[in-house]
């Protein structure tokens, strides 16, 4: 049962993270949390182990839609490059800072983590793009498939700066960042929406190699529950990746951050209450 559950939880992971970028872990995380912990449906669970899968888990949907991406070509790898250095000592820090988290704990940052996602998903499409940014930082420039010209760039500092808090979040929670980031580029570098869920799941799936090696050192990884989870998001993600192409992402997005508001809820009620 335990392993049905991890695999429907993985498939749909994969699906909604390459589909709009986010990685997966939004949705496996708390799903492992309230099935495994609180209905105390997978045994052996705890904040730490659940974390270290479902950064197993992002390597392999980072991996299978980075490749979708790369297909398409929409991956800005010289910017993902940049933004993976940032946020490799935050991951690291991150990790470490997850071993010291009781179940209260977690879920109460966490579930305060998704409250502000769910809030920076539902202001997004109302905000506009700054430019402050892109006019201070290195310009870049994109031709997409109607051969629209976009520019789009970013202060190499400051996209230092935030790509390690989006690592220290994905280290601590187990979540890609993509969440974080896709947000960021969009409104803050003008990245196009396609090359910035392409050039984020790439991130992703680099972050989730550091990531991974911090939490196998610190003994998180459940390995016998990776099993139904890797094949699972694997196929998720390809499948999340070509819908991006055919979709308009709009309504899953909007689903999504009322799922995320409901969890956080729950989640903070949980840490306090539970």
């Known amino acids: 049962m335990e392993y049905v559950i991890l695999a429907a939880a993985a498939l749909l992971s994969g699906i909604v993270g390459a589909l709009v970028g986010l990685g997966g872990g939004i949705i496996l995380v708390?799903?492992?949390?309230?099935?495994?912990?609180?209905?105390?449906?997978?045994?052996?669970?705890?904040?730490?182990?659940?974390?270290?899968?479902?950064?197993?888990?992002?390597?392999?949907t980072g991996l299978s839609s980075t490749l979708s991406y790369m297909k398409s070509k929409t991956v800005d790898y010289r910017s993902g490059l940049i933004f993976f250095a940032g946020s490799v000592p935050g991951t690291i820090l991150g990790a470490y800072v997850n071993k010291g988290l009781d179940?209260?704990?977690?879920?109460?940052?966490?579930?305060?983590?998704?409250?502000?996602?769910s809030t920076l998903l539902l202001v997004r499409k109302y905000l506009k793009p700054v430019r402050w940014f892109t006019d201070r930082g290195?310009?870049?420039?994109?031709?997409?498939?109607?051969?629209?010209?976009?520019?789009?760039?970013?202060?190499?500092?400051?996209?230092?700066?935030?790509?390690?808090?989006?690592?220290?979040?994905?280290?601590?929670?187990?979540?890609?960042?993509?969440?974080?980031?896709?947000?960021?580029?969009i409104l803050l570098f003008l990245f196009p929406p396609h090359l910035a869920v392409g050039t984020s799941m790439f991130m992703?799936?680099?972050?989730?190699?550091?990531?991974?090696?911090?939490?196998?050192?610190?003994?998180?990884?459940?390995?016998?529950?990776?099993l139904p989870v890797i094949p699972a998001a694997y196929i998720g993600a390809k499948a999340g990746a070509a819908l991006n192409k055919r979709l308009n992402s709009e309504l899953l997005v909007t689903a999504l951050r009322f799922i995320l508001l409901l969890m956080g809820i729950r989640s903070i009620y949980e840490g306090i209450w539970g």
């Open 30 to 60: 708390p799903a492992a949390l309230y099935f495994g912990i609180t209905l105390g449906l997978v045994p052996g669970l705890t904040p730490q182990k659940i974390v270290g899968l479902s950064v197993i888990m992002m390597i392999f």
């Open 103 to 117: 179940l209260p704990s977690f879920n109460l940052y966490f579930g305060i983590l998704l409250l502000i996602l």
């Open 138 to 185: 290195q310009k870049r420039e994109y031709i997409d498939r109607e051969g629209n010209r976009h520019v789009y760039g970013y202060p190499v500092p400051f996209a230092l700066l935030l790509t390690f808090v989006v690592g220290f979040t994905s280290g601590l929670f187990g979540i890609g960042g993509g969440s974080i980031i896709v947000p960021a580029m």
């Open 204 to 226: 992703v799936f680099l972050s989730a190699l550091v990531n991974s090696v911090s939490h196998i050192t610190l003994g998180n990884v459940p390995w016998l529950y990776t």
